[in-house]
């Protein structure tokens, strides 16, 4: 079996590349399962002082999971074909592996070069520095394809200052603004991706944490100004409801407004309720919590249509067209509601 992994060692820092750029560097099972022995590895060898995770090629650092091969398993499932938990079991994986990065000790620095959505997001959060450069693209776009933001990043999103994870998480929308990623916080430090190989062969030299930083200050330089309307997502993405985002865009007369408002509707009513939900109850709780919440989450949505037909739609036909079986009008399925409530509603 060919190995997706490139994993060196160069002084304390342990390297490891992403190797799949003809996928964007999407992850399989056997990625997940490989990064997860690399940390455990790295957890008990005391002359580790670092990792550092990187993508091959130029165009991504990790574009996801393999959400096609996820589709055509749960079709196969439906028709009795495969087990469903043999379904689940990449999100249930890959999820431990998520926890096992958020609660990891040791420095993990990640460049976030090219496009770096969904699994990646997952892989680069987590990460105690997250370094940007003029190509990265971030964004969690489950909306796009009848999905909800999950990898734990109810957790992230919920503590962006000025709502923007609200924004980002309901409309899919990316940024690729150095200043804004930095400012967001979904970034640490920005540099010159030409800066890139100089800066992982200093960090071989670093012996602990404040070196890790002196030298990633050392290479990263102050982005330009942001671009996002901060004061004006804070103001509309505050509002306690989903019916009061929709209407506080409606009464907004920007064109920024009337495109957020425009890319809310257009996604799968399902997928946008719950991202919303998630949200709103991932304010209070902590990422265990929250990511054990995105299995069973994900485990329902494995049963629903309108996830099936937004990966058709966006990556397997590819008309852009989807044809939503979810509603507006249509109040949230208790299989999902019971998720978040369990008999009580949020404050």
């Not at 469903?84 to 958020?102: I, S």
Request: proline share 4%.
């Amino acid at each position: 079996m060919t190995s997706h992994l490139d994993t060196s060692r160069n002084g304390g820092a342990v390297h490891v590349v992403l190797n799949r750029p003809q996928a964007l560097n999407a992850l399989n099972l056997d990625m997940v399962r490989e990064l997860a022995r690399i940390l455990d590895e790295a957890k008990a060898d005391d002359s580790v002082t670092c990792l550092i995770l990187r993508g091959a090629g130029e165009r991504a650092f990790c574009a996801g999971g393999d959400i096609k091969a996820a589709r055509e398993m749960g079709l196969k499932a439906q028709v009795g074909d495969m087990p469903f938990d043999d379904v689940v079991q990449f999100f249930r994986e890959e999820y431990a592996l998520n926890k096992k990065l958020f609660h990891f000790q040791k420095p993990i620095i990640v460049v976030m070069h090219g496009i770096t959505m969904g699994g990646g997001v997952g892989l680069a959060a987590p990460c105690r520095y997250r370094v940007a450069t003029e190509a990265t693209q971030w964004a969690m776009p489950e909306v796009n394809i009848g999905f909800f933001p999950d990898i734990g990043a109810g957790y992230y999103l919920t503590r962006l200052g000025h709502k923007v994870g609200v924004y980002l998480g309901l409309t899919g929308e990316s940024v690729k603004n150095k200043a804004d990623l930095v400012k967001c916080g979904l970034a640490t430090h920005a540099l010159p991706s030409d800066q890139i190989d100089a800066m992982v062969e200093a960090l071989a030299f670093a012996s602990h944490d404040q070196d890790i930083k002196r030298i990633l200050d050392h290479f990263c330089f102050v982005p330009l100004l942001p671009e996002l309307p901060y004061k004006l997502i804070e103001e509309i993405f505050s509002a306690a409801s989903l019916d009061a985002i929709l209407k506080g865009l409606r009464a907004e007369q920007s064109l920024w407004a009337r495109h957020a408002h425009d890319v809310i509707l257009s996604k799968s009513p399902l997928s946008v309720k719950v991202t919303f939900e998630h949200l709103k109850a991932a304010m209070i709780e902590d990422f265990n919590t929250i990511i054990d919440r995105d299995y069973h989450l994900a485990c329902e949505f494995m049963k629903d249509s309108d996830m099936f037909e937004g990966i058709r739609a966006m990556l397997v036909d590819k008309d852009k067209k989807p044809q939503w079986a979810s509603r507006w009008e249509d109040t949230l399925p208790a299989q999902f509601e019971k998720l978040f409530y369990q008999g009580q509603k949020v404050a």
